[in-house]
């Protein structure tokens, strides 16, 4: 019997004792497999954010590389407006000269050639400007780019004027002193010569004066847009002016107020004729 009992005592031991190292083994294989589960989720969460950055990092330099890249102004002070939009390829560039006002929404586009724009030129409000030849555009001094105009010349020499909307073609020649009348356009490897008035379909007509009275325009014209640019540049903020507005306008609605608060509900006022020469009853009803 003691027989007995002992080994049937000894077998739940061996039992119980080997129960453990299972339970052991098997907890150290979850947490092993936790410990994997972590790190990698970690490695994967740094590798996306890396990843998103990079994207970030080439988004933004493709934007610096498109916008107002190799452009040189040689001016410190440029009349520029806002909405100026400049781009370059890779081995082009922008030069603008001294005195140049750049109106608002002017595109100027180096597409395969380099760009150089010389003083006292005007480009008005949604010029294009796009060089599509290997060779330089060369645009001189003094010349005028009304609303919508689009240049695509091989050169344009000095104090010209272009109407709005109208297009000089790929290759063109622009002499000097020369009126490109609105909307017209000037077919691709034409040679206007200079003092000439280019109107209607390509009609020519030919001023001898045109360059005299188209410098002293132009240049009056620079010094009254600049001295305008500087006075808009200086001007204080539209919040202040707004809030200015807005107390003037409050004191005058409170003078109306006052005015038309003295009338009584029968159509007629209740002030009456002061002895400093005030305003009269005045009756606004019907009988």
């Not at 009349?79 to 390829?89: D, G, K, L, Q, S």
């Not at 081995?91 to 050639?113: C, D, F, L």
């Not at 780019?145 to 004027?161: L, M, P, Q, S, T």
Request: proline share 4%; aromatic share 4%; hydrophobic share 30%.
């Amino acid at each position: 019997f003691k027989k007995n009992y002992a080994s049937s005592m000894s077998t739940p031991t061996q039992k119980t004792s080997s129960t453990p190292s299972s339970s052991k083994s098997g907890a150290s294989r979850p947490t092993s497999s936790s410990s994997r589960g972590p790190s990698s989720g970690s490695s994967r969460s740094g590798k996306y954010a890396s990843h998103m950055k990079r994207q970030a990092s080439g988004r933004s330099g493709s934007k610096r590389v498109n916008v107002h890249k190799n452009v040189h102004i040689k001016q410190e002070d440029p009349a520029i407006w806002e909405h100026f939009r400049a781009r370059t390829v890779q081995g082009t560039s922008i030069y603008i000269g001294k005195n140049t006002i750049i109106g608002p929404g002017v595109n100027i586009i180096a597409e395969k050639g380099t760009i150089t724009i010389g003083d006292n030129n005007i480009i008005s409000e949604g010029t294009l400007i796009i060089n599509k030849n290997k060779e330089e555009l060369v645009i001189g001094n003094g010349n005028v780019f009304e609303c919508g105009a689009r240049i695509e010349a091989a050169k344009i020499n000095d104090y010209n004027v272009f109407g709005a909307k109208c297009h000089v073609m790929s290759g063109a020649l622009i002499g000097t002193g020369c009126v490109i009348c609105p909307r017209v356009m000037i077919i691709a490897k034409k040679r206007i010569r200079d003092c000439m008035v280019v109107f209607g379909d390509n009609m020519v007509h030919e001023q001898p004066l045109m360059k005299k009275r188209n410098r002293a325009y132009i240049d009056q014209m620079v010094k009254v847009l600049r001295a305008k640019f500087k006075e808009i540049k200086q001007k204080p903020s539209s919040s202040s002016a707004s809030k200015s507005g807005g107390h003037s306008s409050s004191s005058r609605r409170g003078q109306r107020g006052g005015a038309h608060g003295s009338l009584k509900p029968g159509g007629s006022s209740s002030s009456k004729t002061s002895a400093s020469g005030g305003p009269k009853t005045v009756s606004f009803g019907t009988k």
